[in-house]
C-alpha cells in the first residue's frame, strides 16, 4: 500500500511541475505571439484597405480633380516694401 501512494505522490509531483513548466512557459511566449498575431491582422487589414480604396478612389478623384495648369508662376505674389 505504501508503494501505491509514494507512486501517486511521485506522480502528482510530476504533474504539477509539468504544468507549472507549462505556465511559465506560456507566460513568456503570450507576448511574442500576440506580437506575431497582430503584426499578420494589421497587415491584411491594411491590405484589404488598400484594396477597396484603390478600387473605389480613382473614380471619384478623377471626377473631382481639375485638370492639371500647362504653365506654372510664383504661388505667392511678391511684395514690395515701402521704401524699396
Known sequence: MQKLV????????LM????TAV??????KIPQLTT???DQVQTEIQSKISEAIAGALP????D??????VETGPAI???????G
Open 59 to 62: 473614380p471619384a478623384v478623377q
Open 6 to 13: 509514494n507512486a501517486m505522490a511521485v506522480t502528482a509531483f
Open 16 to 19: 504539477s511541475g509539468a504544468l
Open 64 to 69: 473631382a480633380m481639375p485638370e492639371l495648369p
Open 77 to 83: 505674389p511678391s511684395i514690395t516694401l515701402p521704401g
Open 36 to 38: 506575431r498575431f497582430m
Open 23 to 28: 505556465a511559465v512557459v506560456a507566460y513568456t
